[in-house]
T-cell receptor, first 113, second 112 residues
Framework: DTEVTQTPKHLVMGMTNKKSLKCEQH?????MYWYKQKAKKPPELMFV???????INESVPSRFSPECPNSSLLNLHLHALQPEDSALYLC????????????FGSGTRLTVV | QKEVEQNSGPLSVPEGAIASLNCTYS??????FFWYRQYSGKSPELIMF????GDKEDGRFTAQLNKASQYVSLLIRDSQPSDSATYLC????????????FGAGTRLFVKA
């Protein structure tokens, strides 16, 4: 299995909703990442988990809450988002943190209304 | 702030030509360098990585690294219309905790 699977692929949520994005990999990678990407911009790092521990939080607003239940799963919990949070949310994994390059999931296209 | 800079393009080349994509980085301590391809509406895909000075070839792709000049490039030989995409240069740095920093990307168009 050489894939990173993200669900859902598309999500529309209101500003008062709570939702979660899910990411799963079975490649034995020990680092997992959340990135946010706006149109025509590069991916912007949000969070890094290394060996299931939060390694980097890029000063992301608390309305985004990451969780790593085990070495294969990564969640991003969303609450009280703003319309400007609409973007493509990408999960990625790598063998180790910032090493060997990433395998990206197909992303979740999030629209906040 | 450590930076990775790329010409945003678009870079337009005819089919069969060599496309040359360039990237400079500011963190002299960077050790690992990557090229990702991203088609419109899709997620990035790793196509090359390089750690040592010199050239690394993989099929039609050649990555070139010059750490003294802090310069990375990607050459695509025999360019095909299917190579039309945005190419992201990414650099790993220990500064700030082993982060990968992406450049803004270069849009490549290969004309049939």
């Amino acid at each position: 299995d050489t894939e990173v699977t993200q669900t859902p692929k598309h999500l529309v949520m209101g500003m008062t909703n709570k939702k979660s994005l899910k990411c799963e990999q079975h490649m034995g990678h020990r680092a997992m990442y959340w990135y946010k990407q706006k149109a025509k911009k590069p991916p912007e790092l949000m969070f890094v988990y290394s060996y299931e521990k939060l390694s980097i939080n890029e000063s992301v607003p608390s309305r985004f809450s990451p969780e790593c239940p085990n070495s294969s799963l990564l969640n991003l919990h969303l609450h009280a988002l703003q319309p400007e949070d609409s973007a493509l949310y990408l999960c990625a994994s790598s063998l180790r943190q910032a090493d060997y390059g990433y395998t990206f999931g197909s992303g979740t296209r999030l629209t906040v209304v | 702030q450590k930076e990775v800079e790329q010409n945003s393009g678009p870079l337009s080349v005819p089919e069969g030509a060599i496309a040359s994509l360039n990237c400079t980085y500011s963190d002299r301590g960077s050790q690992s360098f990557f090229w990702y391809r991203q088609y419109s509406g899709k997620s990035p895909e790793l196509i090359m990585f390089i750690y040592s000075n010199g050239d690394k070839e993989d099929g039609r792709f050649t990555a070139q690294l010059n750490k003294a000049s802090q310069y990375v490039s990607l050459l695509i030989r025999d360019s095909q219309p299917s190579d039309s995409a945005t190419y992201l240069c990414a650099v790993n740095s220990e500064a700030g905790g082993f982060k990968t920093i992406f450049g803004a990307g270069t849009r490549l168009f290969v004309k049939a």
